[in-house]
């Protein structure tokens, strides 16, 4: 499970432990209100440098539900530096996840996702219809619908958040690339600004090192977390292209309207500089690559159990989906007598694993997945 998707080099690392005790040897703290810090900056350098052209400027969170926050602060501040105060509301795909603070939890599913009981005291969104599954669907019906919707709400919309091509706790549904590309160019003729969640699909996880490179589109703003320290410590960041950094500082405050305590932690920012060397300095699509054909070829064996309704790929994540709500008890027991842990929800059981997993290690995890799938029927 990568422990939630973040230990993507695995654990105890002497390469992170290293720049984790290096820097505490340093500094391991120093607000970041009118100070700066080396981590700060050269993480900043290296997350403009692998990410889509153009997202130039960051702004570092504590989590990756914070960086949503601040990707909807930033979304409106803009629209009112352009002069359009009443764009307030934020337009989002059904089936979606994004956080579980209170701001992150409005533009989540609100039927189908966790965050239910609250629904009465969020703030109403605009929801736009789930892309049909499937890397290469048909998108000709979703696109009437989602224009409709979009077109019927413009006046009222500061930007639309998506997490691109997988949507992660919301069901891990794949959808087509193309769908991205249509968002980004309606989205410019509508004035709205485009938000990718990649705090789940960054860093290589889907075959592309963000998944919004899929499409070959860059977002306006871009959320990242998760992986970002290697599942060292908590932290996330959120980049934004230049017109969206211009509009905010012509909002009345002038600023972004967000501070947090730990934003940019050096320890945090020391581990996430040394995770990223080692991804880039790696050949890491060749080896999400080499997991994704190991989860291909090891889980395929599920379709043959009657109560599997789907096994799916991309990249390091592989899903078995069956046709009830899983069985914890017995799928965490049978996982765990192959020696295997997984962490299955709703009607999925899935894994998505360390970048490190030899081919063995991959064997193992699909032999559990399968037979814990089994041990359903």
Not at 259 to 288: E, H, K, Y
Not at 326 to 344: C, F, I, Q, S, Y
């Amino acid at each position: 499970m990568s422990s939630w998707w973040a230990a993507i080099h695995g654990y105890r690392h002497p390469v992170l432990d290293a720049a984790l005790l290096d820097q505490a040897n340093l500094m391991a703290h120093v607000m970041f209100g009118g100070l700066t810090h080396e981590p700060a900056i050269e993480l900043a350098r290296c997350l403009v440098d692998i990410s889509p052209t153009g997202l130039d400027h960051v702004f570092f969170a504590d989590s990756g539900s914070v960086s949503v926050e601040v990707a909807l602060k930033m979304a409106i501040q803009f629209q009112r530096g352009r002069g359009r105060s009443s764009r307030t509301r934020i337009a989002t795909l059904r089936g979606g996840y994004h956080g579980d603070t209170m701001g992150a939890m409005s533009v989540c599913d609100p039927i189908g996702g966790m965050h239910t009981m609250f629904t009465d005291a969020l703030r109403a969104q605009v929801f736009l219809p789930r892309p049909p599954a499937g890397l290469d669907a048909d998108l000709s019906t979703w696109i009437n619908e989602t224009d409709a919707l979009l077109t019927g709400h413009c006046d009222e919309v500061a930007a639309i958040i998506i997490e691109p091509v997988l949507q992660g706790a919301g069901g891990m549904h794949i959808y087509p690339p193309a769908s991205l590309t249509w968002l980004r160019h309606r989205s410019n003729e509508l004035g709205i600004l485009l938000i990718a969640d990649e705090i789940a699909t960054g860093f290589g996880r889907t075959g592309e090192m963000f998944a919004v490179n899929h499409a070959e589109i860059v977002p306006d703003i871009m959320c990242v977390g998760k992986a970002l320290t290697g599942g060292y410590l908590t932290l996330a960041a959120v980049l934004c292209q230049p017109h969206v950094a211009v509009g905010i500082a012509n909002s009345e405050s002038g600023v972004l309207m967000h501070g947090p305590t730990f934003m940019a932690n050096p320890l945090a920012c020391a581990v996430a500089v040394a995770n990223l060397d080692l991804l880039t300095a790696s050949d890491w699509r060749s080896n999400v690559s080499r997991i994704g054909r190991a989860l291909e070829r090891g889980l395929a064996p599920a379709t043959a159990l009657n109560h599997v309704v789907d096994v799916r790929v991309l990249g390091a994540v592989g899903v078995i989906q069956v046709d009830r709500s899983v069985d914890m008890e017995v799928v965490t027991k049978t996982a765990l007598a192959h020696g295997v842990w997984v962490r299955p929800f709703r009607d999925l059981i899935y894994t998505m694993p360390p970048y490190v997993c030899t081919d063995d290690d991959l064997t193992t995890i699909c032999s559990g997945l399968v037979a814990a799938a089994g041990a359903m029927a």
